[in-house]
């Protein structure tokens, strides 16, 4: 079955360390999206990928980084440099740049301890 | 800019309708909307787009006021199953189709 999976599901890590969170699809789709959810809130998007070897950041990338080395491949690392990591990852994708739905991942629980 | 929701929460019981507004001050080319189970990814349930195409499931109907930058969501004899958090996310023409997500509106249906 074609989907997009996200690992792990559930994330720790101590103050000051990086961390990289999985996002694969088998979709065939070109672009790729990471969004962050904090409680009660809505998607915020930090970064986005319409091609392999390309990226754009969005509303909230500080703190953060992508590589799009592979089409099916978008993960993200958050950095020391994000001073409130926990939260809620949500990876997407959608077929091209045009105006189409996005599929989303099940999603990361990332707590900063 | 953050589009506005509203309402931030609206509690049916089975049967009952419900309208769920989304509001941008930015000229927009499209407006999506989605619904979020608790713990769960967001699920896909219509585009509106400016011109008046839609895209989506054929038991949503939603509208998208181009002039007043405002699409409503409309829920009509709703199920148990309609319970979660709507989102819309917008899309503005100077966006390069990047989706600005609302706040959420938060269903709950009753029996």
């Known amino acids: 079955d074609g989907g997009i999976t996200q690992s792990p599901k559930y994330l720790f890590r101590k103050e000051g360390q990086n961390v990289t969170l999985s996002c694969e699809q088998n979709l065939n789709h070109d672009a790729m999206y990471w969004y962050r959810q904090d409680p009660g809130q809505g998607l915020r998007l930090i970064y986005y990928?319409?091609?392999?070897?390309?990226?754009q950041k969005g509303d909230i990338a500080e703190g953060y980084s992508v590589s799009r080395e592979k089409k099916e491949s978008f993960p993200l690392t958050v950095t020391s440099a994000q001073k409130n990591p926990t939260a809620f990852y949500l990876c997407?994708?959608?077929?091209?740049?045009?105006?189409?739905?996005?599929?989303f991942g099940p999603g990361t629980r990332l707590t900063v301890l | 800019q953050q589009p506005v929701q509203s309402p931030q929460a609206v509690i049916l019981r089975e049967g009952e309708d419900a309208v769920i507004n989304c509001s941008s001050s930015k000229a927009l080319y499209s407006v999506h909307w989605y619904r979020q189970k608790h713990g769960e990814a967001p699920v896909f349930l219509m585009i509106?787009?400016?011109?008046?195409e839609q895209k989506g499931h054929d038991k949503i109907s939603a509208s998208f006021n181009e002039k007043k930058q405002q699409s409503s969501l409309y829920l009509t004899a709703s199920q148990l199953s309609y319970s979660g958090t709507y989102f819309c996310?917008?899309?503005?023409?100077?966006?390069?189709?990047?989706?600005?997500f609302g706040g959420g509106t938060r269903l709950m249906v009753k029996p």
């Open positions: 997407a994708s959608s077929i091209d740049r045009g105006v189409n739905e996005q599929f």
């Open positions: 996310g917008t899309e503005a023409f100077d966006a390069g189709n990047m989706l600005t």
């Open positions: 509106l787009l400016k011109g008046g």
């Open positions: 990928s319409q091609i392999v070897n390309d990226f």
